[in-house]
Nanobody, 121 residues
Framework: VQLQASGGGLVQAGGSLRLSCAAS????????MGWFRQGPGKEREFVAGISRSASSLNYAGSVKGRFAISRDNAKNTVDLQMNSLKPEDTAVYYC???????????????WGQGTQVTVSS
């Protein structure tokens, strides 16, 4: 599956952004989907995951209550709504696909290219 992320940009602290990832190739609905990020000088970290049917969601503690992941299996897209953004959310954000929400959090099968999110203070 090929993944293409978009929607990054520059936003002030407290603002919102919505990232979107479009998938092509093999059946989108057969994959759990997720978002990761890599901040300056930091390792890549898991942000959010969603199961094939969207029945199971998983968030990193640092974004819980501020970010929301969703998917549209008819459109082959997965979105990340980011609210109440903080400067520490500044990172390159990547979408990913995997077999399950649990496995995806540690070992995704597929990666998309990143999209830059910069939050100014």
């Amino acid at each position: 599956v090929q993944l293409q992320a978009s929607g990054g940009g520059l936003v002030q602290a407290g603002g919102s952004l919505r990232l979107s990832c479009a998938a092509s190739g093999r059946s989108f609905s057969s994959y759990a989907m997720g978002w990761f990020r890599q901040g300056p000088g930091k390792e890549r970290e898991f942000v959010a995951g969603i199961s094939r049917s969207a029945s199971s969601l998983n968030y990193a503690g640092s974004v819980k209550g501020r970010f929301a992941i969703s998917r549209d299996n008819a459109k082959n897209t997965v979105d990340l709504q980011m609210n109440s953004l903080k400067p520490e959310d500044t990172a390159v954000y990547y979408c990913a696909a995997g077999n399950s929400v649990a496995v995806l959090a540690t070992t995704p099968e597929y990666w998309g290219q990143g999209t830059q999110v910069t939050v100014s203070s």
